[in-house]
């Protein structure tokens, strides 16, 4: 049985050679940690934050995330496909996450807020009301996406085919609706 760890700080520690412990953590801050290229699998974090940490290509095979926030931090080529998706949820504010991938995963009405998303996969993922708040969408996919209630009406640089994905009643700005278009190479004066 994994150990119980609670409303613990962690400032500043390398993970990315020696392994964070497996247990399951809640209402933990994690700060300035670097993660990158190592293991979070199997692991479980509740109502926890992470800030300022960088957890680029770490390994999310079967960890849970549930009421998880990230704020500043760096998420490249994550695959959060491979956590356990049962209670998701996560929120994430001011992070890069290009080349992660969402693909298949359901997220009903999440948070993203002023994120970099270049290049992540959005594939067949079901995201009705999710909130995509000034993030940086240039060449996000999304091919039978579910986005139903989603709001882009500040989101910029995306790109994608309305006869392709579920978009009803989403929100985009005036200006961001050429994403829509995009697949038709119209010219609009």
């Known amino acids: 049985m994994k150990p119980f760890i609670a409303d613990t700080t962690f400032t500043g520690v390398d993970y990315s050679k020696n392994r964070l412990p497996k247990a399951d953590y809640e209402n933990c801050e994690f700060h300035g940690c670097d993660f990158s290229n190592g293991y979070l699998d199997n692991q479980n974090f509740m109502e926890c934050h992470f800030v300022e940490c ?17 704020s500043h931090c760096k998420l490249i080529g994550l695959h959060f496909e491979d956590c356990n998706d049962f209670l998701m949820d996560f929120r994430f504010t001011d992070c890069t996450l290009d080349f992660s991938s969402f693909m298949g995963l359901t997220l009903n009405q999440q948070h993203f807020t002023n994120c970099r998303m270049v290049q992540v996969d959005f594939t067949e993922a079901k995201l009705p009301k999710v909130i995509f708040a000034q993030c940086n969408l240039e060449k996000a996919l999304f091919w039978q996406t579910h986005l139903e209630g989603a709001d882009f009406t500040t989101a910029r640089d995306y790109s994608l085919d309305p006869e392709q994905n579920r978009i009803k009643k989403a929100r985009f700005s005036k200006e961001g609706v050429l994403g829509l278009l995009k697949k038709y190479a119209i010219i609009i004066e």
């Open 54 to 70: 960088n957890l680029s290509n770490t390994n999310l095979a079967h960890t849970v995330f549930k009421e998880v926030t990230f």
